[in-house]
């Protein structure tokens, strides 16, 4: 079955750093464009970063340049979101989800995860 599963979140202080994984099973990443998106409570869906198929090309949203790395390994299947510096703000629940292209909308994204939950706080 085609599935797309993050892991790596949980609970951080201020400042620390997390890894998130999205692995991909039933079908082959290397061929989409992989985006990260976060919604937190009562906030719209925003676009984290993305990773492209074509180039390798990589983005991201304003609010995490210079602190979230995105990033692909082939051979296991799997992208990886390296998140740095961790403010309160990030706080939300992170999906990774595939596109035929990097996109700015929710609805470019074709195949999602069911999302792991990352908690800043003290």
């Known amino acids: 079955q085609v599935q797309l599963v993050e892991s790596g979140g949980g609970l951080v202080q201020p400042g620390g750093s997390l890894r998130l994984s999205c692995a991909a099973s039933g079908f082959t990443l290397d061929y989409y464009a992989i985006g990260w998106i976060r919604q937190a409570p009562g906030k719209e869906r925003e676009g984290v970063s993305c990773i492209s198929s074509s180039d390798g090309s990589t983005y991201y949203g304003d609010s995490v340049k210079g602190r979230f790395t995105i990033s692909r390994d082939n051979a296991k299947n799997t992208v990886y979101l390296q998140m740095n510096s961790l403010k309160p703000e990030d706080t939300a629940v992170y999906y990774c989800?595939?596109?035929?292209?990097?996109?700015?909308?929710?609805?470019?994204?074709?195949?999602w995860g069911q999302g792991t939950q990352v908690t800043v706080s003290s």
């Open positions: 989800a595939t596109g035929r292209w990097c996109s700015s909308w929710s609805s470019d994204y074709d195949y």
